[in-house]
């Protein structure tokens, strides 16, 4: 008797067990942000799961510095998850033409966003699209509001109201006037030079004009991006040569630094973090010169062609590209600028400032990223090294810009006109 | 299978050895004829192409490669030459020291001088990029508690020092390990030659120079050769304090970064196994010369003393 009472509970438990499989699908995202997992834990995932029942979403996100190469590694193999957060330009392109990324461009959601938001995800042709975009960064220059009042400054307009107001700060003497290091070499490059550099070459009409071969890394529009940044060292604190990243969101959102190089990402790490006001004011302009600012694609998702769960991974996807994905998104993450064409509020008052940028300032992504990101060198990681030396002091701008343009021409053969 | 009357078979000396060679076997002989594979081949449209000493031939005859090789390469032996320099003298001082017999508190040096070398890297790496940190590290105090402010530099970030830095970081980490095999070496040193010696009036500094450091010599040569093939290996200490990029400006680069960016690739840079690996048998080949070197022309004509 009690045994077969036992054997029933089994059956039981088993038709249960069973039918829940039954129904519901597990997606495994895979993802470099692993400074998200709690947004995506606690409020985007549930979002989606109570509007789709049945589908169940796990974020699993790696170290973004292995990002890459253990992704590449889990595809290898077979092991990665059904959708994978795609890095933009040539990341993701060769992992679409290696057949590891499912070709998107039927989806209708896409209709969502512009071309250059799909450019970072698109084949160079255009013809297919692989990842469903989903935000942006910007780059600009978060400041300490109180020290501003305190010292009596205002937001700089133009590149010599910037230096000028960086002379008045060290002058003061109380606070560091400028919060960046050049051990992680990166942020002069994407801080520094991306940041400040996209007025010299006009943005895009720069950009495309040293892929299509007519200018060099030599001229002035790409030599005077490093000049400016060769003065930036003496406004960076005592000892900026070996000041890591973290020491200078540190040194920012303790008080001691008046002006921060940010990317918009910042912004909610540093509301955590800084129990001062934050303003911020783009890369100032030339005299008599337009607004120009990095806006770079740079996140987006795609899907795993060997996902056994396609169905419901799509279904995801139509959601990521939905308006409702898009204020959700931008709205917990502050920072992360949804590139969709819908209308969307932001809540976060520095994240709508740098927002705004985008009616007032021509945007333009950084400028090694498409097509010239490719080779050896790599030029992307050619202007981490080249901005951090010119900061540095231990190269000139005219060093840095030939040895850009070396590097290029080692690999890079423009298309014929 | 001859039918000569041989030597009886002696079974169990296979059957002894086969556990240690097939672990080793499939642990590093196996992985190191896989990486010589990868090395001659390369991928040619998504294929796996055979190339010959195609990578190679990139490798020192493309200018992007063949710096980057030579400066890892330039690296690795100021790395050794620190090394060689610093912390094995030191070692051997320290050992000659505490094998004094009036030493009071032996242990308790051994101990505190030897505890480094068992921590990881990575927490060795971090404690120290903390401590030079020029914002928050206690160096720079330190120095200016003692009046020496205007001698501090954020060693870690500037080119000319970065790598001697790091190189001075590992000696700290690693000095007890010459110590400990030097004070092993003289502790079996048997009393009757020291007092031998004593007799004919050869004490103190002299007994060092003249009787301890012959007989320790041996082992000092084992040392040497210890700290070259792990200083030829090196990677994980200036991955740590200085990242993938081996910055600033490359300035730490060592063969072991410039092959772990290769091989895995970087940021943006994707990873190509088959330079990655033919920079993987550079300096297996590199080290390999090395320690025959020193056991065919070193180790076969030093003299040893049998007690």
């Given at each position: 008797?009690?045994?077969?009472?036992?054997a029933?509970?089994?059956?039981?438990?088993?038709?249960?067990g069973?039918?829940?499989?039954?129904q519901?699908v597990?997606?495994?995202?895979?993802?470099?942000?692993?400074d998200?997992?709690k947004i995506?834990q606690?409020k985007?995932?549930p979002?989606?799961?109570?509007?789709?029942?049945?589908?169940?979403?796990?974020?699993?996100?790696?170290?973004?510095?292995?990002y890459n190469?253990?992704?590449?590694?889990?595809?290898?193999?077979?092991t990665a998850?059904?959708?994978?957060?795609?890095?933009?330009?040539?990341?993701?392109l060769?992992?679409?033409?290696?057949?590891y990324?499912?070709?998107?461009?039927d989806?209708?959601?896409?209709?969502?966003?512009?071309?250059v938001?799909k450019?970072?995800?698109?084949t160079?042709?255009?013809?297919a699209?692989?990842?469903?975009?989903?935000a942006?960064?910007i780059?600009?220059?978060?400041?300490?509001?109180?020290?501003?009042?305190e010292?009596?400054?205002?937001?700089?307009?133009?590149?010599?109201e910037?230096?000028?107001?960086?002379?008045r700060?060290?002058?003061?003497?109380s606070?560091?006037?400028?919060?960046?290091?050049?051990?992680?070499?990166w942020?002069?490059?994407?801080?520094?030079?991306?940041?400040?550099?996209?007025?010299?070459?006009?943005?895009?009409?720069?950009?495309?004009a040293l892929?299509a071969?007519?200018?060099?890394?030599?001229?002035?529009?790409w030599?005077e991006?490093?000049?400016?940044?060769?003065?930036?060292?003496?406004y960076?604190?005592?000892?900026f040569e070996?000041?890591?990243?973290?020491?200078?969101?540190n040194?920012?959102?303790?008080?001691?630094?008046?002006i921060y190089?940010?990317g918009?990402?910042?912004?909610?790490?540093?509301?955590?973090?800084?129990?001062?006001?934050?303003?911020?004011f783009p890369?100032?302009?030339?005299?008599?010169?337009?607004?120009?600012i990095?806006?770079h694609?740079?996140?987006?998702?795609?899907?795993?062609?060997?996902?056994?769960?396609?169905?419901?991974?799509r279904?995801?996807?139509e959601?990521?590209?939905?308006p409702?994905?898009?204020?959700?998104?931008?709205?917990?993450?502050?920072?992360f600028?949804?590139?969709?064409?819908?209308d969307?509020?932001?809540?976060?008052?520095l994240?709508?400032t740098?927002?705004?940028?985008?009616?007032?300032?021509?945007?333009?992504?950084r400028?090694?990223?498409?097509?010239?990101?490719r080779?050896?060198?790599?030029?992307?990681?050619?202007?981490?090294?080249?901005?951090?030396?010119?900061?540095?002091?231990?190269?000139t701008?005219?060093?840095?810009?030939?040895?850009?343009?070396?590097?290029?021409?080692?690999w890079?053969t423009?298309?014929?006109? | 299978?001859?039918?000569e009357?041989?030597?009886?078979?002696r079974?169990?000396?296979?059957?002894?050895?086969?556990?240690?060679v097939l672990?080793?076997?499939?642990l590093m002989?196996?992985p190191?004829?896989?990486?010589?594979?990868?090395?001659?081949?390369?991928?040619?449209?998504?294929?796996?192409v055979?190339?010959?000493?195609?990578?190679?031939?990139?490798?020192?005859?493309?200018?992007?490669?063949?710096?980057?090789f030579w400066?890892?390469?330039?690296?690795?032996?100021?790395f050794?030459f620190?090394?060689?320099?610093v912390?094995?003298?030191i070692?051997?001082?320290?050992?000659?020291?505490?094998?004094?017999?009036?030493?009071r508190?032996k242990?308790f040096?051994?101990?505190a001088?030897?505890?480094?070398?068992?921590?990881?890297?990575?927490?060795?790496?971090?404690?120290?990029?903390?401590?030079?940190?020029?914002?928050?590290g206690?160096?720079?105090?330190?120095?200016?508690?003692?009046?020496?402010k205007?001698?501090?530099?954020?060693?870690?970030?500037?080119?000319?020092?970065?790598l001697?830095?790091i190189?001075?970081?590992?000696?700290?980490?690693?000095?007890?390990i010459?110590?400990?095999?030097?004070y092993a070496?003289?502790?079996s040193i048997?009393?009757?030659?020291?007092?031998?010696?004593?007799?004919?009036?050869?004490?103190?500094?002299?007994a060092f120079?003249?009787?301890k450091?012959?007989?320790?010599?041996?082992?000092?040569?084992?040392?040497?050769?210890l700290?070259?093939?792990?200083?030829?290996?090196?990677?994980?200490?200036?991955y740590t304090?200085e990242?993938?990029?081996?910055?600033?400006?490359?300035?730490t680069?060592?063969?072991?970064?410039?092959?772990?960016?290769?091989?895995f690739g970087?940021?943006?840079?994707?990873?190509?196994?088959?330079?990655?690996?033919?920079?993987?048998?550079?300096m297996?080949?590199?080290?390999?010369?090395?320690v025959?070197?020193?056991?065919f022309?070193?180790q076969?004509r030093?003299?040893?003393?049998q007690?």
């Amino acid at each position: 008797m009690r045994a077969t009472g036992l054997a029933a509970a089994f059956a039981a438990t088993a038709a249960l067990g069973g039918a829940v499989w039954a129904q519901e699908v597990t997606l495994t995202i895979e993802s470099w942000r692993n400074d998200d997992l709690k947004i995506w834990q606690e409020k985007i995932i549930p979002a989606f799961e109570a509007s789709h029942p049945g589908i169940k979403v796990v974020f699993a996100p790696t170290a973004p510095a292995q990002y890459n190469s253990a992704l590449n590694a889990k595809l290898e193999a077979g092991t990665a998850g059904d959708l994978i957060t795609c890095r933009p330009f040539d990341g993701s392109l060769q992992m679409f033409q290696k057949g590891y990324l499912e070709d998107l461009s039927d989806m209708e959601v896409l209709n969502n966003f512009g071309p250059v938001a799909k450019s970072g995800w698109s084949t160079d042709d255009g013809s297919a699209t692989y990842c469903i975009p989903m935000a942006s960064v910007i780059h600009g220059f978060i400041y300490n509001k109180d020290a501003f009042e305190e010292l009596g400054l205002e937001e700089p307009k133009t590149v010599d109201e910037f230096y000028a107001l960086l002379d008045r700060i060290k002058e003061d003497g109380s606070y560091i006037p400028m919060a960046m290091g050049t051990a992680d070499e990166w942020e002069a490059a994407t801080m520094g030079y991306a940041n400040i550099g996209t007025k010299y070459w006009k943005g895009e009409e720069g950009r495309k004009a040293l892929i299509a071969g007519k200018s060099k890394l030599t001229d002035p529009e790409w030599v005077e991006p490093y000049r400016e940044l060769s003065r930036w060292g003496q406004y960076l604190g005592d000892g900026f040569e070996a000041q890591s990243y973290p020491d200078s969101q540190n040194l920012f959102t303790l008080g001691r630094a008046a002006i921060y190089p940010a990317g918009s990402w910042e912004i909610s790490g540093f509301n955590a973090q800084a129990d001062f006001e934050m303003g911020a004011f783009p890369p100032p302009v030339l005299p008599g010169g337009e607004c120009y600012i990095s806006d770079h694609v740079d996140i987006a998702m795609g899907l795993n062609p060997a996902s056994p769960n396609k169905e419901a991974a799509r279904t995801f996807l139509e959601w990521v590209g939905s308006p409702e994905f898009a204020s959700l998104y931008s709205n917990a993450l502050p920072g992360f600028f949804s590139l969709s064409n819908a209308d969307i509020t932001l809540e976060d008052p520095l994240a709508q400032t740098m927002v705004g940028w985008r009616k007032s300032c021509n945007s333009s992504i950084r400028p090694y990223a498409q097509i010239l990101g490719r080779g050896t060198p790599n030029l992307h990681t050619e202007y981490w090294v080249t901005s951090a030396n010119v900061i540095r002091g231990t190269m000139t701008p005219e060093e840095a810009g030939q040895h850009m343009q070396d590097a290029l021409d080692s690999w890079y053969t423009p298309p014929a006109q | 299978m001859s039918s000569e009357a041989g030597p009886k078979r002696r079974w169990h000396i296979a059957v002894f050895l086969a556990p240690a060679v097939l672990v080793y076997t499939a642990l590093m002989i196996l992985p190191l004829f896989g990486t010589l594979k990868l090395s001659l081949y390369q991928n040619v449209d998504q294929q796996q192409v055979f190339v010959g000493f195609g990578n190679f031939a990139t490798l020192f005859g493309d200018p992007n490669w063949s710096e980057a090789f030579w400066r890892g390469l330039k690296n690795n032996f100021w790395f050794f030459f620190i090394h060689m320099a610093v912390q094995n003298p030191i070692g051997i001082a320290l050992a000659a020291m505490l094998s004094v017999p009036a030493l009071r508190f032996k242990a308790f040096y051994r101990t505190a001088i030897f505890i480094p070398t068992i921590l990881s890297f990575v927490i060795v790496g971090f404690a120290w990029k903390l401590i030079l940190s020029p914002l928050w590290g206690i160096a720079p105090g330190l120095l200016d508690a003692v009046g020496l402010k205007h001698l501090f530099k954020p060693w870690l970030g500037l080119e000319d020092y970065a790598l001697t830095t790091i190189a001075l970081i590992s000696v700290w980490q690693y000095v007890g390990i010459p110590m400990m095999l030097i004070y092993a070496a003289l502790l079996s040193i048997p009393d009757e030659v020291l007092e031998a010696g004593e007799i004919d009036g050869i004490t103190g500094m002299k007994a060092f120079w003249k009787i301890k450091l012959p007989l320790i010599l041996p082992s000092i040569g084992i040392i040497s050769i210890l700290t070259f093939v792990g200083n030829f290996n090196a990677f994980d200490l200036v991955y740590t304090i200085e990242g993938a990029m081996a910055a600033p400006n490359f300035s730490t680069e060592v063969m072991g970064t410039l092959m772990f960016r290769t091989f895995f690739g970087h940021q943006t840079q994707p990873g190509d196994p088959n330079m990655g690996s033919a920079i993987a048998m550079m300096m297996f080949l590199i080290i390999l010369a090395g320690v025959t070197v020193y056991l065919f022309l070193i180790q076969t004509r030093m003299r040893r003393y049998q007690f």
